[in-house]
């Protein structure tokens, strides 16, 4: 069975029915997010991009560490509208490297492959579509270069704590000695501008969360009303968990691939978590999965960190 398939059903068939984010990203996805990235209640986009705008240089030393000749991975790559500022500034000193994105979304690693030679002359890019891990072990068969890995955007913050250490254990059992990895974090901050995030005037994250919905029907035939379903974004500032729900408005039976999936009325699907942290919390991270965090680059209201960790 198709995997996307094999996983919408047993996400559904589940207590409480859950849906997973990766899945968000088809093409229509992907135009969807970049409207959240420029809604100004997703400060997290801008946050992160003045990290990159206003300390290139020092990013580039940080990433370089010493080292004139590397890989630069980039986990989950999106548009790569942050990460081009710090593959401009590497090109610029020339540096030898190779830029390598990795995305689940073969129309990004499209986009990345057609655009991106267009905006820095020479760049050497070979894109790598499909899961993080798979493909970070592809690209170290490919070359056997140090790795400099990006994991921006607080991308960590789509998993759940616990799962996100299982993460980085993972992500460290897979690097050497002499590699680095810049991971960025939101940080916890008011409630109010936390959930606002989450929840933009123009409903572009709301469209976001029901063009999974679509995606499905479209892709596996399945018969959703996305009428019959509402967002629902919360956010607690005792856990830190920021989480999107996608609420039925009415008692509805769903057909996926003769499969029938019922829904009583205002039962959820848990649609994506985005956990915030405080520094303290990043840096145990850091230390249970065999990682030093080195150095920290903020914004200027420090809501975002982007930490450089280095392998121990
Ligand atoms: C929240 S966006 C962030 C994009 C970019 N890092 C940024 O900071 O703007 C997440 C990206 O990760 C990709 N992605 C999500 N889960 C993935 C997975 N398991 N393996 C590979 N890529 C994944 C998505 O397709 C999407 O492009």
Redesign the pocket.
């Known amino acids: 069975m198709d995997t996307f398939l094999q996983d919408v059903l047993s996400g559904l068939n589940a207590t409480p029915k859950t849906l997973q984010?990766?899945y968000?990203?088809d093409e229509a996805?992907?135009i969807l997010?970049q409207k959240i990235?420029s809604s100004p209640e997703y400060y997290?986009?801008n946050c992160?991009m003045e990290i990159f705008t206003t300390q290139t240089q020092a990013l580039a030393k940080a990433i370089k560490n010493g080292f004139d000749s590397f890989d630069l991975v980039?986990?989950?790559?999106?548009?790569?509208?942050?990460?081009v500022y710090l593959i401009k500034e590497l090109s610029k000193q020339d540096v030898n490297f190779t830029y390598m994105p990795?995305?689940?979304?073969s129309h990004?690693i499209k986009l990345l492959e057609e655009n991106l030679p267009k905006q820095v002359q020479h760049l050497q890019i070979k894109g790598l579509k499909?899961?993080?891990f798979e493909?970070l072990e592809k690209a170290t068969q490919i070359s056997s270069k140090r790795k400099a890995v990006?994991?921006?955007?607080?991308?960590i913050g789509?998993m759940p704590a616990s799962e996100a250490i299982t993460f980085c254990k993972k992500l460290r059992g897979l690097l050497n000695k002499e590699d680095l990895l810049l991971i960025?974090f939101d940080l916890k901050k008011h409630p109010k501008i936390i959930r606002q995030a989450y929840h933009d005037a123009n409903g572009y994250t709301r469209d976001f969360n029901l063009n999974l919905l679509k995606r499905i029907n479209k892709e596996l035939g399945a018969n959703f009303n996305i009428d019959a379903f509402e967002h629902y974004p919360s956010y607690d500032p005792a856990t830190g968990s920021c989480k999107s729900y996608l609420i039925s408005l009415k008692k509805q039976s769903i057909i996926i691939a003769n499969t029938t999936i019922n829904f009583h009325e205002h039962e959820y699907i848990a649609m994506e978590i985005s956990q915030k942290y405080d520094l303290e919390e990043t840096e145990n991270m850091a230390r249970q999965a065999d990682f030093k965090p080195v150095k920290h680059f903020f914004d200027e209201k420090k809501w975002f960190v982007d930490s450089i960790w280095e392998c121990i």
């Open positions: 984010s990766k968000f990203y996805g992907d997010f990235m997290l986009t992160e980039e986990l989950g790559a999106g548009d790569a509208s942050k990460s990795i995305d689940i979304s990004v499909g899961e993080y493909m990006l994991f921006m955007g607080a991308n789509n960025g």
